[in-house]
């Protein structure tokens, strides 16, 4: 924590490499990240502990069981291995905007945005395609143990991605606008950090609940 | 205080004298550990062979913290009189020293692992270890009442001679009982307030305590844990008598229970009246002593995980089974 | 001084100070207002609680008795004045989850936090205001749920704060209710730290380092890591919690539960003990988080009434570090008797155990800064030292509890609601008064009047003795929390002498907290115009005026020194500010 | 897509190259599939197995999309350090199934 007391650190590290031109001010933080940006890592802890809560009690309860289905009788792994394939896609679309805004390529930072907000609107529709199909066959949160905390756990992420695809939604937004510079880009980095946890929290996800 | 720069130096050397002296006094605390306290700082009477060693701990705790609370008012009081402000005199100028915050923080850890460690053991006899020679009885709380149940003739329960009371458990006196506690429906916490016991009985879980009587009588039984609305009067009774008289009430119990249902079958299986005495608990002191499985807990839904092992621990001469 | 590219519809850090109405005292973004609002709201929900310990505690003294006009206050709960002990239930759990999460916690964190933390660190607001607009706007529903819920079918919440499942699962609508409103307010508790964790480490004044940061603002940093990483779990396990009542899910319910006589439809394959565990890796480090500023406020006071520095500064921040790690491994300390494996029994025991060495540095050092001080005894000083020496008694209280083979006889008695209060009442609320002494003339510009403090001071320090000392010896005798009479018990009936004494000094405990509601509201009026720096203190909240500006700062200040620089031998003024410039006119008169 | 990269101005610190990170974990991910569904092996080894491959998905996603990689130690530090509370939960869940009970 000592270093943080530098004061004179050199310009934050990150992508903030060029100050270009338009309306950028400077604003004071003490580390030199931005606010916004330490906000969102802080904020990813917590919900890292929200997911440990969730997916620990899934561990718990499933050592504690001693029939457990096998998820492949139960569930559709194809599908769900081709939206865990989705969303990865949509992170690395995320990813090559924020390079390309940096690069001050803002026609493929705009395409890319839009892909993202594509791919993870397509994510939250193949689940809800997947919901729709289990609760027909008569797989639902109330059915068994499996059932609780296959609904539960995947509908939190699915609710995490709706909250990302919403910001997402925004930002991209404002990049069709014109708003982001290379300069001046906080937003893209700050909601794809957001949406990169979201990534991850699914790979795990997927496989501890899919392929065990 | 003109000798602001001596200051902390000689403070440190009063405040480890006050250390020191401190430690005495532990030591001394624990002389007098087995002296008698005023009424009104004792804990009911303890009836059970091992609440001598809690109340000890009990004590042993009080006093120490008695001694440390004495010690940081009086310091408290003492500095808040000797420093107050008045007029001309200005306060030391010191940001600390850190001998003195080694010292204290060195002596309350030595004393606080010195409890824990005090504690371990007395904590793992109770609640780890159960005893040998026991008899086995299973206790399940349910909104609002406790059902005690006894194995019979056969040793073994979920068997039609198995003698069921409601509220009352009836031991006798010198013999460890072993308990399995299980809950119907909430959370309920089986507490003897003068045998020292309590442990809550959980839904989905048997949980194995063992508790004795020193010497006869009748208490209550309470319950600890928020069940409900009838929390507060989810209340029995335990009677510890000689083993004459308890060999008597099983024999009544099961007569009566006998008569109860005479109509149906089971009468047969009942093993008539339970031919009372000794002979109907041999069967128990082996079962419970040597191979726990299959006795107490067979009827008993698998716990979950298993955990409950199969270990069996041929240890019959001791009293004691080792910590498993 | 390091900077970062942000575009600005405005200039830096500075937000037009608003005009209208609405915008300046109610949807507020400035930290200061927001800091009020929350003061308001824990006082007025402080009320609530007390109110609701007073029934408890009637009913505990009398329980035959019948209280005539709460027969028509509550005519479910009490027909004829009558309480019934489902409303009983309601009534300590309502009691405890309104002055936890509704009192204490938004006094300590909200109101001083947001007042007091920017300003000391020397910054304009908080790193997000908007958001923090948003927490005070969020936690205002929380509220609003929670005191519905007395009103639906069923009553409120009643399996006690901690809300154990089974029970919690099978109790009527009010438990949802309960569920909601703490899901609410989790949220906006979530949103605050977040915002305090950015605010201390990103907008800290030139010079204002880590190690030089007034012990409040690092004792509400810690509290706001405590709450960011404790907190979600409580979420995740309420949200579980939930589904079991509403969805149907079984996850904290076993197979084959009977309620009444009545097969439970959805219970199988859950564990009751498993709420237990998320519960209490919550719920402990929420007791520190109650008492973490609590401490950072009375570290701030004893040094600026004994005019000295604190005594051991780096101690008392590592040792808030050192609670905070160790308060995530002791949560089992709760459970020694719920059925929990022995073995871990002895684990927890020993952190536990472990616990009490930081706390022990805190109050040493405490001691220590009285230790040839110049003390004066204000009334925010004699908060302060009621918090150390009732800390002192509550926290000795707790090796009992520690000591797994004793928390048998004690655990669920009222030994430990002894404890409860002395930790939360004579702790956190002790040093939560001291801070509104403490801070009023900077919130309000005014003086409180001094003499009404000091009764307010020693009516309350004296009956709250009176009426939780007792405590610990009721549960030395056995009696059980969480019941509605004790006299069902043959063992205990002869308790009730002491219960009516309780609740007596009860009344006069309540009654001297109404001089706190006056003196508090006619002081904003009439007290006495306090001025930048009533109590001559070093940290940069008293470098500026009373009440602060818009924005706090006319300048952003450069901090040279430590915050508790006081009788500096070189120094003829016994104070030297954080922000003074080491060289100056004030050097020269240096003896 | 290749270009992208070699385009990067050079004061910039070398950008991964974020297509291969993407390579890489959409092959774990069918390594995962066929692992857990066509090569099903025994319990344990399919639990650890599965659990080292999501573990390093995880582990690319934030260091590389994240760019945990190229930022200050302590951020990586803090955001690794909650993990550890949450493994010290896990695993009193799992004692109290393991360890013996009286
Ligand atoms: C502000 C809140 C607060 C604080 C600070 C504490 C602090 C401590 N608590 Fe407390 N506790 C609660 C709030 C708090 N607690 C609540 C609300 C409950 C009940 C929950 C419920 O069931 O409803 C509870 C319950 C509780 C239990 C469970 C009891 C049971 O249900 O059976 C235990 C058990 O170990 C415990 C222990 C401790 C310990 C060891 C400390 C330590 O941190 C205390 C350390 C401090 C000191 C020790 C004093 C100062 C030190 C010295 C003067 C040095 C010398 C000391 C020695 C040598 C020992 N607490
Ligand atoms: C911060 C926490 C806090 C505080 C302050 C209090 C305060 C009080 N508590 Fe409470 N209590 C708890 C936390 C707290 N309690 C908890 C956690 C439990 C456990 C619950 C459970 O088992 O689930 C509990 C349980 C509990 C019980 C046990 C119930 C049972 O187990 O059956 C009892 C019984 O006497 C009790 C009594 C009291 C009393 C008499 C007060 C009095 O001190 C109240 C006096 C206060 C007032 C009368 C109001 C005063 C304030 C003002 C007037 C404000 C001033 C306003 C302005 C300036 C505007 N409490
Ligand atoms: Cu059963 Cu309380
Ligand atoms: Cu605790």
Sequence with gaps: MQHAVALTASAGPGHVSGHGTGHVEEEYTTTGIRHDKMGMWIFLCSEVMFFTGLIGSYIVLRFATPLWPVPGTVLNIPLTAFNTFVLICSSVTMVQALAAVQRADYRRMKLFLCLTVLFGAFFLCIQAVEYWKLLHEGFNPHVSLFGSIFFTTTGFHGFHVLCGVICMAFVTGKALLGKYTQAYHQGIETVGLYWHFVDLVWIVLFTIIYLF | MQTHALGPIRAARRHIRTALFFFASLLAAAAVRAAELPRWLQLPEGVSSYSARIDGMFRLILWITGIVFVIVEAMLLYFLFRYRHREGRKATYTHGNNRIEVVWTIIPALICVVLALLSRRTWADIKQNMPANALPIEITGEQFSWTIRYPGVDGKFGTPDDIVSLNQLHFPVGRPVVATLRSKDVIHSFFLPEFRVKQDAVPGMSTRIWFDGMRTGHWEIACAELCGLGHYRMKGFVTVETDEEFNKWIADAAAQQAAEQAPPPAAGAAAPATAPGTAEQQPQIQSTGGAAPPVPGAAAVAPPGGAVPAKPTPQLKTQEKPRS | ?????????????????????????????????????????????????????????????????????????????????????????????????????????????????????????????????????????????????????????????????????????????????????????????????????????????????????????????????????????????????????????????????????????????????????????????????????????????????????????????????????????????????????????????????????????????????????????????????????????????????????VDIFIHDTYFIVGHIHYVLFGGSLFGAFAGLYFWYPKMFGRMMNDTWGKVHWALTFITFNLVFFPMHFLGMRGMQRRIYTYLEYEHLKDLQPMNQFMTVSLFVLGAAQMILVVNFFLSMRRGKVAGPNPWRANTLEWQTPSPPPHENFSEIPTVYRGPYEFSAPERADDHWPQNEPPSGPVRASAH | MNEELEAEPVHAHKGPNYMTIFWWLAGFTVFEVAYSTILTPPKALLISGLVLLAGIKAVLVALYFMHLRFERKTLGIIFASTLILGAILVSVGMAEHFLPRP
């Excluded at chain 3, 989850?97 to 908080?126: E, H, S």
């Excluded at chain 3, 948003?134 to 005191?147: C, H, L, R």
């Excluded at chain 3, 201390?200 to 190690?211: H, K, L, Q, S």
């Design chain 3, 1 to 405: 001084m390091s900077t970062v590219a942000v575009a600005h519809e405005h200039a830096p850090g500075v937000h037009a100070a608003p005009t209208s109405f609405w915008r300046k005292y109610i949807f507020s973004l400035d930290h200061k207002v927001i800091g009020k609002q929350y003061m308001f709201y824990a006082l007025f929900m402080l009320i609530v609680g007390g109110l609701l310990a007073i029934l408890v505690r009637w009913q505990l003294a009398w329980p035959t008795k019948a209280i005539p006009f709460m027969g028509k206050l509550a005519p479910e709960g009490m027909p004829g004045g009558h309480m019934l002990p489902e409303f009983y239930n309601s009534l300590f759990t309502m009691h405890a989850t309104i002055m936890i999460f509704f009192a204490i916690m938004p006094i300590l964190i909200g109101a001083f936090g947001n007042f007091v933390v920017p300003i000391q660190i020397g910054a304009r607001d908080m790193a997000f205001p908007v958001l923090n607009m948003a927490s005070f706007w969020t936690a205002v529903p929380g509220a609003v749920v929670i005191i519905w819920s007395f009103f639906v079918t069923g009553g409120a919440a009643a399996g006690g704060w901690t809300s154990y499942a089974p029970l919690s699962a099978i109790q009527p609508k009010g438990q949802t209710l309960w569920l909601i409103a703490l899901l609410i307010l989790g949220l906006s508790s979530l949103l605050t730290s977040v915002n305090f964790i950015t605010t201390i480490i990103n907008m800290r004044a030139p010079g204002m380092t880590f190690f030089r940061m007034p012990l409040t603002t690092w004792a509400l940093f810690i509290t706001a890591i405590l709450l960011l990483l404790a907190l979600p779990v409580l979420s995740g396990a309420m949200i579980m919690l939930l589904f079991d009542r509403v969805l149907g899910t079984t996850f904290f319910l076993p197979a084959g539960l009977v309620v009444s006589g009545e097969p439970l439809k959805n219970a199988g394959g859950g564990q009751a003990l498993l709420w237990q565990h998320l519960f209490w890796f919550f719920g402990h480090p929420e007791v520190y988080i109650m008492i973490l500023p609590a401490m950072g406020i009375t570290s701030e006071v004893l040094p600026v009434f004994s005019r000295k520095p604190v005594f051991g500064y780096r101690a008392m921040a590592y040792s808030m570090i050192g609670i905070a790690g160790l308060g995530f491994i002791v949560w089992g300390h709760h459970m020694f008797q719920s059925g929990m494996n022995p073995l871990l029994g002895t684990t927890f025991m020993i952190s536990t155990m472990v616990i009490a060495v930081p706390s022990a540095i805190k109050t040493f050092n405490w001691l220590g800064t009285l230790w040839g001080g110049s003390i004066r005894f204000t009334t925010p000083m004699l908060m302060a030292l009621s918090f150390v020496s009732m800390f002192v008694i509550g926290g000795l209280s707790g090796i009992f509890m520690a000591s797994t083979p």
